[in-house]
C-alpha cells in the first residue's frame, strides 16, 4: 500500500500482559491497546475512553478517580480480568479500522487455565468478531458483545453504552465487606 505524503508506516504495536487471577469470573477482552495507553502502559489510558467510568458504574464504584493499579486491584477484587485479543500488529494511530497483520492471542488456551471463568465481554466489534472467532461455541461460558467504550464509537451515548454494560453485573463478585 503506498504512503500518503507525510504518511509514516504503521508501526507494530504490543497488547499487555494479561490483568487476571485465578479468581477471575468476568473476562473483558479489548482488541489491541491504543496509542495513548502504549504511551502510559495502562489499559484504557485516552481520557475520551469510558471504560473506567462504564466499569465503575457496574462496580458501583469511582474507578476513574483511583491511581491504575488500585484500578486493576479493584476490578481483581470483584472477580474481573483484562486482556486483549491481539497480541500485536501493524496500526496507524489507535484505531481498530487500521489494524493489519494481526497477531492473535491463544484465547483457548488462555482460558483453560481460569477456572472460575463464567463469562466474557467482548470490548467492542473487533474484539467480539476475533474472539468469537477464535472461542467458537462454548456452553459453559456466556460471551457479551458490548458497545465499545472508546470516544471514537459515538453511535451509542454513554449512557446508551452503560445500560448495555449493566449485563456484566450478573458475573461480578460482591464487594469485600
Keep these: 500500500m ?8 504503521a508501526q507494530r504495536k504490543t497488547a499487555f500482559p494479561p490483568s487476571v487471577d485465578a479468581d477471575t469470573r468476568l473476562l473483558i477482552l479489548g482488541s489491541l491497546p491504543g496509542d495513548a495507553s502504549i504511551r502510559q502502559g495502562e489499559y484504557y489510558a485516552h481520557r475520551g475512553n469510558a471504560f ?4 465503575g458504574d457496574v462496580l458501583g464504584e469511582d474507578l476513574r478517580g483511583q491511581p491504575y493499579a488500585m484500578r ?4 481483581r477484587s470483584r472477580g474481573v480480568g483484562l486482556w486483549d485479543v491481539i497480541e500485536s500488529a501493524q496500526r496507524e494511530g489507535s484505531l481498530d479500522g487500521a489494524i493489519r497483520a494481526a497477531e492473535l492471542r491463544d484465547l483457548g488456551a488462555f482460558i483453560a487455565r481460569l477456572p ?6 467482548f470490548n467492542g466489534k473487533t474484539a467480539a468478531t476475533q474472539g468469537r472467532r ?12 458490548l458497545p465499545s467504550s472508546s470516544g471514537a464509537y459515538a453511535s451509542l451515548s454513554r449512557a446508551q ?15 469485600e465487606a
Design 2 to 9: 503506498a504512503l500518503r505524503p507525510g504518511q509514516s508506516p
Design 52 to 55: 473506567w467510568i462504564l466499569m
Design 72 to 75: 486493576l486491584k479493584r476490578l
Design 116 to 121: 472460575k471463568l463464567a463469562a466474557i465481554g
Design 134 to 145: 477464535q472461542l467458537g461455541d462454548r456452553p459453559s461460558l456466556t460471551l457479551i458483545d
Design 161 to 175: 453504552k452503560a445500560e448495555r454494560w449493566a449485563a456484566l453485573r450478573a458475573w461480578i463478585d460482591p464487594p
